[in-house]
């Protein structure tokens, strides 16, 4: 990537996704020198013709050593990177006893163990950046995690304990290197319409009356508390206020859900 002066760079990863691509496209509209990982190589390459800025595809499966290193490599070669965007994930919405166990390890591996891998690599290859660039600003490492890394949901427990697992990961971290020039943050949106999401999970949603984000909206939420001071943020309301009385007073979101366990449930049933 020809690097343009005095513009910061940024890696999004699951850019091919909803969320991670709308991200990606606002930070480039937010004149950021922008490296859109993922492994649909068409929808990089029409993210890339809808940039309005300077932006270059990294084709690549996190999940596989070979293919971080790689990206790693082509992404940190002459750039320094100012930020880290862990955006790729997968989801399920699957009755705990019928989740399989390649279900729940790809789950687990793609939304926790494979984001951990990658920003233990992305640090090391940013330390070595350093050294050629004496006068790195601050980095930014935020993962964008759910509100469902909060809240445990019925028929998200896979997913929930994925998400969780990622923020508690970023809190360690923010703490670990507390005395340092870097921040870990995490971004948690809540239901947000991409194709992440099965039929299911839209009809759910739709019958509790549930908000549902577009990915735009997610997008401009990001670059909000990109710019701010915050370590963590959840989108939407009453989300953020299930979140703080979740953290207190558990009893009240248990008997909140239990409610309308019904309505979920009903969704949750496989189909014939």
Request: aromatic share 8%; hydrophobic share 40%; proline share 3%.
């Amino acid at each position: 990537m020809e690097h343009i002066k005095g513009s910061k760079t940024c890696l999004v990863t699951g850019a091919s996704g909803g969320i991670g691509g709308a991200i990606a496209k606002m930070l480039c509209a937010s004149g950021y020198n922008v490296f859109i990982q993922g492994r649909n190589k068409d929808k990089l390459q029409q993210l890339k013709l809808a940039m309005t800025g300077n932006c270059e595809v990294l084709l690549g499966d996190l999940n596989k050593t070979e293919d971080r290193e790689r990206i790693l490599d082509l992404a940190f070669a002459n750039n320094r990177i100012d930020l880290l965007v862990n955006a790729a994930g997968i989801s399920s919405f699957t009755a705990f006893e019928e989740t399989t166990p390649e279900l729940i390890n790809e789950l687990m591996q793609t939304n926790l163990i494979t984001p951990m891998l990658f920003t233990q690599e992305f640090l090391t290859k940013s330390k070595s950046s350093a050294e050629d660039h004496p006068h790195h600003e601050q980095l930014n490492v935020i993962q964008v995690g759910s509100a469902f890394g909060y809240i445990g949901y019925p028929g998200f427990s896979t997913y929930c304990a994925s998400k969780f697992g990622l923020r508690g990961f970023t809190e360690a971290l923010a703490r670990e290197y507390s005395d340092t020039g870097i921040s870990f943050r995490y971004f948690a949106p809540r239901a947000t319409n991409t194709n992440i999401n099965a039929v299911s999970v839209v009809d759910m949603n739709k019958a509790l009356g549930n908000s549902i984000d577009s990915v735009d909206e997610v997008a401009k939420a990001f670059i909000t508390f990109l710019n701010s001071k915050k370590r963590q943020q959840v989108i939407g309301w009453p989300e953020k206020l299930f979140v703080r009385i979740n953290g207190l007073i558990p009893i009240l979101v248990d008997n909140a859900i239990q409610s309308k366990l019904s309505i979920i449930k009903r969704y949750l049933q496989p189909s014939s």
